[in-house]
């Protein structure tokens, strides 16, 4: 072994791994103003690990933020099926927090 593949190794052993993951990938609207970028909130969403994987979520145009977080949530946790999410009210969507 060269000195170059043991100081490799030696590197490669100190490296520590990752804790976090990501486990959802939220898309946020983004809008100009006088002032400055205007964060307008979540609009979609991608459940990528957890029991709700695969799940893309899509905020209605009359859904609060803190619902359509509420909602990803439970979906993310496999208490509700991604499909019947959009039906219930903010108050049935059971969260586990």
Not at 26 to 36: F, K
Request: positive net charge; glycine residues 6%.
């Amino acid at each position: 072994m060269s000195k170059l593949e043991a100081r490799l190794k030696a590197l490669e052993k100190r490296i520590t791994p990752r804790v976090r993951r990501v486990d959802t990938i939220l898309y946020h609207a983004i809008a100009p103003s006088p002032d400055g970028p205007v964060d307008q909130g979540a609009f979609a969403a991608w459940i990528i690990k957890g029991p709700g994987a695969g799940a893309r979520l899509e905020r209605n145009d009359a859904e609060k933020e803190e619902d359509f977080l509420a909602r990803i949530e439970a979906v993310k946790m496999g208490n509700v099926h991604p499909i019947d999410a959009r039906k219930l009210a903010p108050s049935q969507l059971e969260t586990n927090n």
